[in-house]
């Protein structure tokens, strides 16, 4: 791809083939009359309302919980994003649309409330959201994830949140009273604090100072703030982590986690095409140092390992970690979260008239 067709504010740079699609758009010719609308770099908005919202976690590395995405696809853009696999399974592609074609979910906080309301309803964290982000730009004018938000709070149910925006803290009366009842855990991921690499990374994320002054603001409104220094890419972020985690804790984290990067399905090519681009001269080292972290492959779905990896690479970003966090978080941790004030409408009581 020549400099001057680089599609600057997004990650992605073309659509890998849809493996659930039998047919797809091309453009046969360079003069060919569609390409325009290929390369449409414009962000669509497309509504769905699905009967159900929530969906169980099953995977052991994360734990008993749900997850809960509002939206489908995400603007911000970031380049190794796991989720952009899961927008084939709605017959987009993994790449661009994934960042320009965004499925809203209208009559979220309704089916929320509805599955609340099962009888057999077991009482686990939400995931706020575990694939795409839950305030990317598009909340600023939906206010899907408020709605969300307003309803766990009238139900009593605990909530883990993660984002990468400073559109959090317009929540901030939300997740304050959430938090007197210990229903809350915001998670605040800062993968870089270089705006340089940041720009070609996440394109449309806030930048590492809005997430780290993000940070500040929670903490010291008394809400547990998470910093997820995620993902790692060796030769590319690892050696950010002390500095990450020791701004983290200058701003009142009191906890940190990681996750090596992992690029399964069409993430692959997407991030290999992306990184011959953007860093041309460190392409072949990172790429390496990758496989090398996922038993010689790009791609790693095996529980236990995918998550922080193996091998000499993974053991050396663990030890890098481990000593980091130690050192500037040493005595921190997150407050367990209280599942006892649960409640169902129907199993209120009615006020006084």
């Not at 060796?234 to 701004?247: A, H, T, V, Y």
Request: proline residues 5%; hydrophobic residues 35%.
């Amino acid at each position: 791809m020549k400099a001057e067709d680089y599609l600057k504010g997004r990650g992605a740079q073309y659509n890998p083939v849809n493996p659930f699609l039998k047919q797809e758009y091309v453009a046969a010719h360079v003069e060919g009359i569609d390409e325009p609308m290929l390369l449409n770099s414009s962000t669509e908005f497309l509504t769905e309302h699905p009967k159900t919202v929530v969906n169980k976690v099953e995977s052991p590395d994360l734990g008993l919980s749900y997850s809960l995405n509002p939206y489908q696809g995400c603007e911000h853009g970031c380049i190794y994003c796991y989720a952009r696999n899961t927008h084939q399974y709605w017959g987009y592609g993994a790449g661009l649309d994934f960042e320009r074609k965004i499925i809203v979910k209208e009559d979220a906080s309704q089916t929320l409330a509805r599955q609340l309301e099962n009888k057999n309803w077991q009482v686990m964290p939400i995931m706020l959201a575990g694939n795409t982000d839950c305030y990317q730009p598009i909340e600023a004018r939906k206010k899907l994830t408020r709605q969300i938000l307003e309803v766990l709070l009238e139900y009593r149910h605990p909530v883990s949140i993660i984002t990468k925006n400073a559109l959090i803290l317009r929540d901030l009366d939300l997740l304050q009273e959430l938090n007197k009842l210990d229903l809350v855990h915001v998670n605040i991921s800062i993968t870089t604090l270089d705006e340089k690499l940041r720009q070609k990374l996440e394109p449309r994320t806030a930048t590492a100072a809005k997430r780290m002054e993000v940070v500040r603001q929670l903490s010291a409104a008394g809400l547990p703030v998470n910093v997820m220094v995620a993902p790692v890419i060796p030769g590319l972020n690892d050696s950010e982590i002390p500095r990450i985690i020791q701004r983290a804790a200058e701003a009142g984290a009191c906890n940190a986690a990681y996750t090596i990067v992992r690029l399964n399905g069409s993430v692959g090519p997407i991030f290999e095409d992306w990184i011959r681009q953007a860093f041309p001269e460190k392409a072949d080292k990172v790429l390496s140092q990758i496989a090398d972290c996922h038993g010689g492959q790009l791609n790693d779905s095996r529980f236990g390992t995918r998550m922080h990896g193996e091998g000499r690479f993974a053991q050396a970003i663990g030890n890098l970690f481990r000593i980091s966090k130690q050192k500037y978080m040493q005595g921190r941790s997150t407050r367990p979260f209280n599942y006892t004030h649960f409640c169902q409408r129907k199993g209120r009581q009615l006020g006084l008239f």
